[in-house]
T-cell receptor, first 114, second 112 residues
């Protein structure tokens, strides 16, 4: 089972460049999430999509945009990358937005902005 | 004050030792609680849920103390393979929705 798949796994950008992180899940989950993880801090929610067709801001949305392309796919875009966006990004999914159960994570995307 | 706080460690223990981690949370309306495990440079994965009555899964025991607003994880007979970061996760919210808050994690090193 693939579960949650993220691409790319590694990326180096220069300040001001743009890029899109792709995420797809094959578990028929309704809710999808984008987190960033920085040293010494817990995972912080960037954006989430409770269901297909909806997206909402999380704790740290500035500098990011998202698209819920369909039920399977949820992409994260950096329009003009900044060094502060150097981080590890995780996509996750959950059965439903009202479900307080398990989050399933992708393997992560390591982004460095120079 | 952080909504979910953990001792970052690291905890360095020999194989076979018993080790315990605590996690405190600030919101008394918190609804559900979990421990996730994260290996170095990997994604977090659910280790176990934490139930009000306490629960055990093999060598792992999780407990919840709502009065003092903390959860704990006890690992008995530690194995080398237990070396990882353990994340405390709390779902807090109300009828309008909830949010999932992650602690920064406690690092465990088990040595031979």
């Amino acid at each position: 089972n693939a579960g949650v798949t993220q691409t790319p796994k590694f990326q180096v950008l220069k300040t001001g460049q743009s890029m899109t992180l792709q995420c797809a899940q094959d578990m028929n989950h309704n809710s999808m999430y984008w987190y960033r993880q920085d040293p010494g801090m817990g995972l912080r929610l960037i954006y989430y999509s409770a269901s297909e067709g909806t997206t909402d801001k999380g704790e740290v949305p500035n500098g990011y945009n998202v698209s819920r392309l369909n039920k399977r796919e949820f992409s994260l875009r950096l329009e003009s990358a900044a060094p502060s966006q150097t981080s590890v990004y995780f996509c996750a999914s959950r059965l439903a937005g009202t479900d307080t159960g398990e989050l399933f994570f992708g393997e992560g995307s390591r982004l460095t902005v120079l | 004050r952080k909504e979910v706080e953990q001792d970052p460690g690291p905890f360095n223990v020999p194989e076979g030792a018993t080790v315990a981690f605590n996690c405190t949370y600030s919101n008394s309306a918190s609804q559900s609680f979990f421990w996730y495990r994260q290996d170095c440079r990997k994604e977090p994965k659910l280790l176990m849920s934490v139930y009000s009555s306490g629960n055990e899964d093999g060598r792992f025991t999780a407990q919840l103390n709502r009065a003092s607003q903390y959860i704990s994880l006890l690992i008995r007979d530690s194995k080398l393979s237990d070396s990882a970061t353990y994340l405390c996760v709390v779902n807090m919210g109300n009828t309008g929705g909830f949010k999932t808050i992650f602690g920064a994690g406690t690092r465990l090193f088990v040595k031979a």
